[in-house]
């Protein structure tokens, strides 16, 4: 596995202490609109492929979706593509949203 594996608490420990780590939404659209973590940056997992050189690869990336599948196969194709500092955010935002952490709802900005 070339990427780590945090859950809520560790993930935001680290969304904490560096602030230059980058979130990467993988949900649709719609799901990003109705709950997202504050500055996450959409890109739907069909699209990863071909939006690729939208991202920085030197970048320290937290990978989420809405309960860890899609993530885990983003966080595949980004290691694939040459991503090194990469962290997948088991369970999503179902688990975040579960342990009580803080994250935007509705339209409007990230």
């Known amino acids: 596995m070339s990427y780590r594996d945090l859950d809520p608490n560790e993930a935001q ?12 939404d993988v949900r ?20 990863l492929e071909q939006r690729l050189r939208e991202l ?3 970048a320290n990336w937290l990978v989420h979706c809405e309960h860890g599948r ?3 196969f983003a966080c595949e194709i980004l290691a694939k593509a040459g991503f090194q500092k990469l962290a997948n955010l088991r369970g999503g935002m179902a ?3 579960g342990c009580g952490l803080p994250f935007v709802r509705g339209a409007g900005g990230s």
């Open 95 to 97: 688990y975040w949203a």
């Open 56 to 58: 920085d690869k030197a």
């Open 28 to 47: 649709t659209p719609q799901e990003h609109q109705s709950h997202r973590l504050p500055g996450s940056v959409l890109v739907p997992v069909q699209e």
């Open 13 to 24: 420990q680290e969304l904490a202490a560096d602030k230059t780590l980058r979130i990467l």
């Open 70 to 72: 899609r993530s885990l």
